[in-house]
């Protein structure tokens, strides 16, 4: 990304857009000089608490319980060292570069709001680290999600101050060695900067913000597929009639039942038994007929989430947090670094994947079974010498019943930690690490719908489906040709899959 292009870092205007294309595209950070002044204003405020050897949390003291030890002022640097050093004992896979990238981008745009009391050094390193694509081995593990992300950001400080390890150019490396061979300094930790970079939410809100946009494209891609479900099980689109959406009015039905008619506008298979005698059901299945209202609430708790996230993006998270306004500022302890706001989000985000998969895999249960579809058994021209497509609903049932379990709430939970300060924790970087499995989950479900919806519609040829519903047809049998004998189709699943993840079949409804 050009200079020109750069993603300017104030503390307050964040955008997810901006988000993801550091996180995603390797996209340029840079610090802005407001920023910078506030910064420089607060970091005032702590050095005269230093200077006059007042009393204030993590500047002069100890954390957590031991927040009533007082530490002398030739010790401060060396406290600063050893929170670091000691929180950092994270363990299980590492955090891959989209979420490092993610949570280093977030860490320096909260530092830069000027609530922390650290020197823009401090974010100014974080951004020449991004740029330079320094990016710490950040273990997944070790968050309770309360007192920030402290074991992660720790991982995430220890690079910045020379140690750890790090990812650079393909190799991982001693953090030190990453950052020499980068050319970047390390830094020296003063009062409170240890603190600040370990105490904030960006562990969690990174993997949220990062499962949001795929969350998105799925949302899209579940309504792709049900309208192709529709007309493979000949359903009607009567339900979507935007007068029935008006008469509840959330904004997600609305959308579902507008996406529906469109994708199904002009479908050949739909006019070939309107006609009561041509088929005499009254009224479809649910995972049919209700799609509006079941995908819809899916959509409004995405929307919801969405706000809680951009929040979250431009906020102060760590704790003490420094004002610079009035006489001589004022350092205030709270409890900004809690994560509850986030685990719920993540829990409510886990509800509305498991929701989806849920609907979909029924979908495909209607269309492989003769007696709902009136379509061959198991959509196989021969059935019995032929299994067909009766694994895949398997497959299906196994996948939507292991994101059952993994929707179980985890914001309710709480284990009380550092001798019963930290007493009421909200398990938030747990709940937003599962999102990834569910997110995997989930488009493999949607991949197998296409597939049984698309040689459900084979079926029924030489009648095609609606002109938008029919490219997705198309994008399906560009990686999957039709059933005529069985196949191993592990390969096409993962191939639908991929494309899911692309947005292929999402830009379907968001251009049509």
Known sequence: MSESKAVHLDGNGLMFGQLYEVALAGARVELTADARGRMDASRAVVERIVRENATAYGVNTGFGELAEVRISADQIRQLQLNLVRSHACGVGA????????????????????????????????????????????????????????????????????????????GERLPGGEAMQRAKIAPVTLEAKDGLSLLNGT????????????????????????????????????????????????????????????????????????????????VQDAYSLRCTP???????????????????????????????????????????????????????????????????SERRVAQITNPHASLLPAFLTKEPGLNSG?????????????????????????????????????????????????????????????LLSACQGIDLLAPLRTGKDAQRAFELVRGVSARVDADRSLARDIEAVAELIASGAFARIVRTS
């Open 94 to 169: 590492p955090l891959d570069e989209a979420e490092t990238r993610a949570m280093m981008l977030l860490r320096a745009n909260a530092l830069a709001k000027g609530f922390s009391g650290v020197r823009p050094a401090i974010v100014e390193t974080l951004c020449q680290m991004l740029n330079g694509r320094v990016h710490p081995v950040i273990p997944c593990q070790g968050s309770v999600g309360a007192s920030g992300d402290l074991a992660p950001l720790a991982h995430l400080a220890l690079v910045v101050i020379g140690e750890g390890e790090a990812n650079y150019n």
């Open 389 to 449: 497509f009766m694994i895949l609903q398997v497959t299906a049932a196994a996948l939507t019943s292991e994101m059952k379990a993994m929707s179980t709430p985890h914001s309710v939970d709480s284990i009380p930690t550092s001798a019963d300060q930290e007493d009421y924790v909200s398990m938030g970087m747990a709940a937003a690490r599962r999102l990834r499995p569910m997110l995997d989950n989930l488009r493999c479900a949607i991949a197998i719908e």
């Open 293 to 359: 209202q079941v995908h819809g609430a899916a959509r409004d708790s995405l929307t919801q989430i969405s706000g809680v996230l951009a929040i979250e993006l431009n906020s102060a998270t760590d704790n003490p947090l420094v004002f610079s306004d009035g006489a001589n500022g004022e350092i205030i302890s709270g409890g900004n670094f809690h994560g509850q706001p986030l685990a719920m989000a993540a829990d409510q985000m886990a509800v509305a994947l498991a929701t989806l998969a849920g609907i």
């Open 202 to 281: 960006q562990g969690m809100l990174a993997l949220l913000a990062l499962a949001l946009t795929q969350a998105q494209i799925l949302a899209d891609t579940a309504d792709v597929a049900a309208a192709l479900s529709l007309d493979a099980l000949r359903g009607s689109p009567a339900a979507f009639d935007l007068r029935v959406a008006a008469a509840r009015p959330h904004p997600g039905a609305i959308r579902v039942a507008q996406n529906l008619l469109q994708l199904n506008a002009g479908s050949e298979i739909r006019e070939s038994h309107r006609a009561a005698d041509r088929d005499p059901r």
